[in-house]
């Protein structure tokens, strides 16, 4: 008898597996369409769900993420990223999720702000000035990359003899004005001086070729010419102040670091030297006069310019370096005045902030 009923609970235990066994799949096919069935793989060897880089497809939430890294805040570069932003906007509304980021001067913030740009797979990233190009360049060499307000890509990319096209997944707009035509105007204001100070940071290499440009220029026009480089704000005032006191006309190319401490050289020069500038942002902080570019243009050109690249209209490798379409004679009235100095004809007043 007890050998009757252990062997009828075996059974039964039997027959209750096998039920169980059988509604488990039967449950695993209902949760699954047959697609999802042939393409479901483990988790460790899924690729990541960017978009092949030649479809330019926007990510899942059908936006293009793009990165903004700006070396510091001052009017120039502000005014670039600002003409970079609506120009994409305008060109694709409400197609783009834009990653504006600012490094406040700091260029090891610049390779920290691009290598998370490069970590999160953006779509494209726009470095605002040379120390963000540099970065993204030494970050990616898949992740298209368009420049501004840089002055020369071949100084900064350290491409010998430079046609204008870089070739790789580098493009973008230079904030370059004609040196020539720079030293010209030193020499229009002050045909008589004898000697001109160049100023600039020496950290930054298209500085270093601005000053060389304008020196040879300034030299064929008679004056004798010395270069007086800082090496940051530690030390920028004590060099501005041996350019003032041994010079007849200070210069200052387009330099961020100078660009965002015109203060330290307004300081020094307000009333005693004039100081020409390479750009606007530079000339309304301490300078007299300076042949102006829009840098909401050349920003808005890079827009324009990205736009082509996310939709596949434009191969960034094939992309020439673009160039501000015109140059403004600007002077600033506050230090023409300080200088008692007579504008020359043809220039316009920087506006008052």
Do not use: R
């Not at 020539?180 to 940071?201: H, R």
């Not at 007299?288 to 808005?300: F, H, K, N, Q, W």
Request: glycine share 8%; charged share 20%.
């Amino acid at each position: 008898m007890k050998k009757t009923v252990k062997l009828t609970a075996l059974l039964l235990a039997l027959v209750m597996s096998l039920s169980l066994a059988a509604c488990s799949n039967t449950g695993e096919k209902d949760t699954k369409s047959p697609s999802q069935a042939e393409n479901t793989q483990p988790v460790e060897s899924a690729e990541p769900s960017a978009a092949p880089a030649e479809s330019k497809e926007p990510a899942g939430d059908g936006k293009y993420v793009v990165g903004i890294c700006q070396l510091a805040p001052h009017p120039a570069l502000d005014a670039a990223t600002e003409g970079f932003i609506d120009a994409l906007n305008e060109k694709l509304p409400g197609q783009v999720d834009i990653q504006n980021k600012n490094a406040s001067g700091d260029t090891p913030t610049c390779a920290t702000i691009i290598n998370g740009f490069v970590s999160d797979n953006v779509d494209l990233i726009m470095a605002n000035a040379t120390a963000p190009l540099q970065a993204a360049a030494s970050a990616t060499n898949t992740i298209p990359v368009l420049g501004t307000s840089i002055t020369e890509y071949g100084v900064a990319l350290g491409i010998d003899n430079f046609s204008g096209t870089v070739g790789t997944n580098v493009s973008g707009t230079s904030d370059l004005a004609p040196l020539d035509q720079q030293a010209e105007m030193i020499k229009e204001w002050y045909p008589d001086a004898k000697t001109v100070g160049l100023i600039y940071c020496s950290a930054e290499p298209n500085s270093q070729y601005q000053v060389d440009n304008v020196q040879k220029k300034l030299e064929e026009l008679g004056y004798t010419c010395k270069q007086y480089p800082f090496s940051d704000t530690n030390d920028m005032a004590s060099v501005v102040q041996d350019a003032v006191d041994n010079n007849d006309v200070l210069y200052v190319p387009t330099d961020n670091t100078a660009a965002n401490n015109t203060g330290i050289v307004n300081n020094i020069c307000q009333g005693v030297k004039p100081v020409f500038a390479g750009e606007e942002g530079i000339c309304g902080g301490c300078g007299v006069a300076t042949l102006s570019i829009s840098y909401y243009d050349i920003g808005y050109k890079t827009g324009e310019m990205a736009a082509q690249i996310l939709t596949g209209e434009a191969d960034i490798a094939a992309m020439p370096i673009e160039y501000a379409p015109q140059f403004v004679k600007k002077y600033n009235p506050v230090t023409c005045e300080a200088l008692n100095i007579t504008v020359p004809d043809g220039y316009e007043a920087i506006a008052a902030e």
